[in-house]
C-alpha cells in the first residue's frame, strides 16, 4: 500500500492485470458466416435461449441478438433484459461480470457465457480479499462499486452504479451528507466528484481500453477536423474528459450520435460501439479517438481483448455443449442483488 499525503490516506496497491492478446478466429467465407448464423438460430430456438451483447462485441454478434429477438445494451439493461424476458436460458456475449449479473438478476434461469475466461481489467484489478479489507478500514463510508466488479465485490457494496447513474446517485448521497468509498474506476470516480463535490475516496483502478487514450494526440485530431463533436466515455482520462462536447455512458454516445447536429464525431470509448452508432446514424463518420502519443502502450487500441473473445465460433459450441455456465450461489446472489435493486429503485424514482 502506499500513502497519499494530501488526504492523510492509505492506498492499495492492485494487483497488475495481465492484458490477453487480441484474438484471431478462423475467417469465414460468406457462405460459412451464413451456415454458422444459421445454426445459431436454431439452437437458440431449440433449447428456449435468448442471445444478449453488449455494444463492445463483435457486430456480428450484437446484429444476431438483434435478429434472434435478443437485446444490444449496456451491461445494466442486458441483465434487465433477462427479467422479462420468458427465455429460460440466457447467453451473454460480453465480458463475466455482465454474466454474472444477469445470473444475480434472474437465479433461476440458466445462464451461458462464450468464454469464462472473458474478463475485465476493472474486476481483475478489485480482487475481493483486498477490497474488503479497504473498506473495513474505512467502515464509516458508503460504499459504492461500479458495475464492472465481481459478485463478491457487489456483495460488499451499499450501491452498485452503473456510468449512467453515478452521478444522480452520488449526488443524492452527497447531499445526505455521506462520505463514499468508491471503487473500481479512478477516472469515472474523480468525473462524478468533480461535479458533485462530494467527500470521496477512491480505489487506484482504471479500464485498460480508456486508458489509453491520449489528450494531445486528441487535440492534433480535433484540428484536422475542427467540425467534428467529440464523445467520450467517463473512464478515461481526466485531460480527454476536459476536450469532449459529450460525456456518458455507451447508451449516451450513441443517443448524441443520433441527435447531435454534427456530421462528424470523434469517439473515445470502445470501437465495438461503431456498430450501433452506425445504425442509428447511417450517413455519419465515425473516427476513433487516439490511442498513440507520447507514453501510449496501446494495450487496447480502442478495443478490448476480452470483448474480442467472444465470437460466432465459440458461441454455437457453447449452445451445443452447454458449456461455459455462470454459477453464483443464491446465498451470494442475494446479498448481491440488494445494492443493484437499490440503484434500479432509484433509477426508477428518477425518471418519476
Known amino acids: 500500500m502506499i500513502t497519499d499525503s494530501k488526504r492523510k490516506l492509505i492506498i492499495p496497491t492492485i494487483p497488475q492485470v495481465i492484458v490477453p492478446p487480441h484474438p484471431e478466429w478462423p475467417p469465414l467465407s460468406p457462405q460459412e458466416l451464413k451456415a454458422l448464423k444459421e445454426k445459431v438460430k436454431m439452437l437458440l430456438k431449440q433449447q428456449n435461449a435468448v442471445l444478449v451483447a453488449h455494444y463492445y462485441t463483435d457486430g456480428t454478434l450484437q446484429d444476431l441478438a438483434e435478429e434472434t429477438g435478443g437485446c444490444v445494451a449496456d451491461s445494466l439493461e442486458m441483465a434487465r433484459f433477462g427479467t422479462t424476458h420468458p427465455a429460460h436460458t440466457l447467453v451473454v456475449a460480453g465480458v463475466r461480470f455482465m454474466g454474472e449479473t444477469s445470473k444475480i438478476l434472474n437465479n433461476e434461469k440458466r445462464v451461458l457465457m462464450p468464454d469464462l475466461g472473458a474478463t475485465c481489467s476493472l474486476d481483475e484489478g478489485c480482487p475481493y480479499e483486498l477490497f474488503a479489507s479497504f473498506c473495513d478500514q474505512h467502515a464509516d463510508h458508503i460504499v459504492v462499486v461500479y458495475a464492472n466488479t465481481s459478485a463478491k465485490v457487489k456483495a460488499r457494496s451499499d450501491w452498485v452504479v452503473t456510468s449512467g447513474i453515478a452521478l444522480p446517485i452520488i449526488r443524492h448521497l452527497s447531499d445526505q451528507g455521506k462520505k463514499i468509498l468508491w471503487a473500481p474506476d479512478k477516472h469515472l470516480g474523480h468525473y462524478v466528484q468533480k461535479l458533485t463535490g462530494a467527500d470521496m475516496i477512491f480505489w487506484p483502478g482504471s479500464c485498460v481500453v480508456h486508458e489509453e487514450f491520449r489528450a494531445v494526440a486528441l487535440e492534433r485530431l480535433r484540428k484536422i477536423h475542427p467540425d467534428a463533436a467529440i464523445l467520450v466515455h467517463p473512464e478515461s482520462p481526466e485531460a480527454v474528459i476536459a476536450q469532449a462536447d459529450v460525456v456518458g455512458s455507451t447508451t449516451a454516445l450513441i443517443n448524441a450520435v443520433a441527435t447531435l447536429p454534427n456530421m462528424e464525431f470523434i469517439v473515445a470509448t470502445d470501437k465495438g460501439i461503431f456498430n450501433k452508432m452506425r445504425q442509428v446514424a447511417p450517413g455519419k463518420i465515425l473516427l476513433e479517438a487516439p490511442t ?9 487500441c480502442a ?11 465459440n458461441l454455437a459450441k457453447v449452445l451445443e455443449t452447454g458449456e461455459n455456465e455462470i454459477l453464483v450461489s443464491a446465498e451470494l446472489a442475494d446479498k448481491a442483488r440488494i445494492p443493484i435493486l437499490r440503484m434500479l429503485d432509484f433509477a426508477a424514482n428518477l425518471k418519476k
Open 303 to 313: 478495443n478490448c481483448p476480452w470483448m474480442g473473445m467472444n465470437s460466432l465460433h
Open 292 to 300: 498513440v502519443g507520447e507514453g501510449a502502450t496501446c494495450q487496447s
